[in-house]
């Protein structure tokens, strides 16, 4: 009996020790709003993307390592840009069935921008399934040419 028990008290300690969606998309981009900040490291894209999304990341970046040429993301995905300065930042989150999605809207250098992120939850908590940016009609999923 007591077996069962833990078994069933485990999980629900798990959930409540992982952060919120929304938390998880705040830690990302708050480090964005100070001036000299250079941008989140990708060298473990696992960190924030679904296992999928990380692996295609991390092969394209080897691979252009080793080609000693410029992956195919070039810039930064969380601002949609190589450079920025951003201000203004707020982000929802909302659920529909089994999808949620973080909106995150700031002023890039004075213009608004937009940018999407479906989110998945793993057993590592919560990750970026996708990305898409007001100002760039390419997904990340789609640049990488992966699956919705």
Do not use: H
Request: with cysteine; proline share 7%; hydrophobic share 45%.
């Amino acid at each position: 009996m007591l077996a069962s028990a833990e078994m069933l008290v485990a999980p629900s300690l798990a959930s409540a020790q992982q952060p919120s969606a929304r938390a998880f998309i705040e830690a990302i981009y708050k480090p964005y709003l100070e001036k000299a900040y250079s941008g989140q490291n990708y060298d473990e894209p696992g960190r924030f993307f679904a296992p999928d999304l990380a692996r295609a990341m991390k092969a394209d970046a080897t691979a252009a390592a080793r080609r000693r040429e410029v992956p195919l993301l070039n810039g930064d995905p969380f601002v949609c840009a190589q450079d920025w300065e951003i201000g203004r930042l707020a982000v929802s989150v909302s659920t529909a069935g089994a999808k949620t999605t973080g909106v995150v809207t700031f002023d890039m250098m004075g213009k608004p921008r937009r940018v999407t992120l479906d989110l998945v939850q793993t057993p590592a908590g919560w990750r970026i399934a996708d990305i898409a940016c007001s100002n760039d009609p390419t997904s990340l999923r789609a640049l990488y040419k992966l699956r919705p």
